[in-house]
T-cell receptor, first 117, second 111 residues
């Protein structure tokens, strides 16, 4: 009955590889997000999707490509991994707003810790 | 550029103490201020504040927003070791469904 789930939890890979992280939410939310949290715990938004449509893209290198097959899933594919990509990546989702609650209350997944060697 | 700044960055107190965490913001088209608690994994939602001067309370935690001075505080009374975490503050932007996070305050409660 996990609300926002991510796989894998840990990912260790070599520089130059391509990897994907998957996210699923069963909260009925229409908006999903990807955040990157660096070693100093700074959470920065990367992407946001609303009903499978990209609405926020925060100057992220185009090696990062999000894909939303439906509104319950938002996956993140990373090409040509670099050392600086090492971080924890969090997926989040938010309420539909109005009767469903304010849009800004975002619920986070457990995170994927990525280590690029 | 939108900015959220938290202070202190780190705080160590004894169980039973009261703590106040600060958050100031410069956010264009500001709509709301949110507080999250992050222990080992995912940030978990604590409060969302949209109106100035109205305190929100949940058990020993309370928070208030001052939209004139552009800051919020999070108070925790009678702290317990389970309150040890990183507390994150975020500004919500009108119509953008986007949160701008501060760098967090790492709170450690010693027994």
């Amino acid at each position: 009955d996990t609300a926002v789930s991510q796989t894998p939890k840990y990912l260790v890979t070599q520089m130059g590889n391509d990897k994907s992280i998957k996210c699923e939410q069963n909260l009925g939310h229409d908006t999903m997000y990807w955040y990157k949290q660096d070693s100093k715990k700074f959470l920065k938004i990367m992407f946001s999707y609303n009903n499978k449509e990209l609405i926020i893209n925060e100057t992220v290198p185009n090696r990062f490509s999000p894909k939303s097959p439906d509104k319950a899933h938002l996956n993140l594919h990373i090409n040509s991994l670099e050392l600086g990509d090492s971080a924890v990546y969090f997926c989040a989702s938010s309420h539909p707003g109005l009767a469903g609650g304010p849009r800004e209350t975002q619920y986070f997944g457990p995170g994927t810790r990525l280590l690029v060697l | 550029e939108d900015k959220v700044v938290q202070s202190p960055l780190s705080l160590v107190v004894h169980e039973g103490d009261t703590v106040t965490l600060n958050c100031s913001y410069e956010v264009t088209n500001f709509r709301s201020l949110l507080w999250y608690k992050q222990e080992k994994k995912a940030p978990t939602f604590l409060f969302m504040l949209t109106s100035s001067g109205i305190e929100k309370k949940s058990g020993r935690l309370s928070s208030i927003l001052d939209k004139k001075e552009l800051f919020s505080i999070l108070n925790i009374t009678a702290t317990q070791t389970g309150d040890s975490a990183v507390y994150l503050c975020a500004g919500g932007i009108q119509g953008a469904q986007k949160l701008v996070f501060g760098q967090g305050t790492r709170l450690t409660i010693n027994p």
